[in-house]
């Protein structure tokens, strides 16, 4: 039986080493992973190091964080406040009217919306489109009109809030 037990004893101090080998390299990697410093360190100093090191890192996460809300509320003001009332330029081509309307994207005004109206002050419509341009859309109808729409045109969109433009020259 001396025999295995001392055969039990080897294969006990080829664990232990085997742990102490895998320890040692753990302990390398968490030191790779530290601030580099100007001396050695022992273990429990490495081990406190990291748990520190460790909690400066949560912080900054949280000041991250913070700043990350801060900011994204900041960008929601600054966008909130660009929507301006919609903008109505209105250009004459005889018979034909060219309606352009600008608003801001989030704004709820739809294509539909704006069409209802051209169509109550008398207008045949012959073509439109939208575009989005970053946080605008660009409303161009094309339409026929009668001599006494673009009167009642005028009167309707006011009644929706919109800036009319100057008609150009």
Request: with cysteine.
């Amino acid at each position: 039986m001396e025999n295995g037990g001392r055969s039990a004893r080897i294969n006990r101090c080829l664990i232990e080493r085997e742990r102490r080998r895998h320890m040692k390299a753990l302990f390398t990697k968490l030191s790779t992973l530290l601030p580099t410093q100007p001396t050695k360190m022992s273990v429990p100093e490495m081990v406190d190091r990291a748990t520190t090191y460790v909690k400066e890192l949560q912080t900054r996460m949280e000041r991250y964080e913070g700043t990350k809300v801060q900011l994204e509320a900041t960008y929601e003001m600054k966008k909130r406040r660009r929507m301006t009332r919609p903008v109505l330029s209105v250009r004459d081509f005889g018979s034909n009217l060219e309606v352009n309307l600008i608003t801001g994207v989030n704004m709820g005004f739809a294509l539909s919306d704006f069409i209802s109206i051209l169509q109550e002050g008398g207008a045949d419509i012959i073509s439109a489109t939208c575009q989005h341009v970053e946080d605008r859309a660009i409303y161009t109808i094309l339409s026929q009109r009668s001599l006494a729409f673009q009167a009642k045109l005028a009167a309707k969109l006011q009644a929706a809030d919109c800036k009319m433009l100057p008609q150009p020259s």
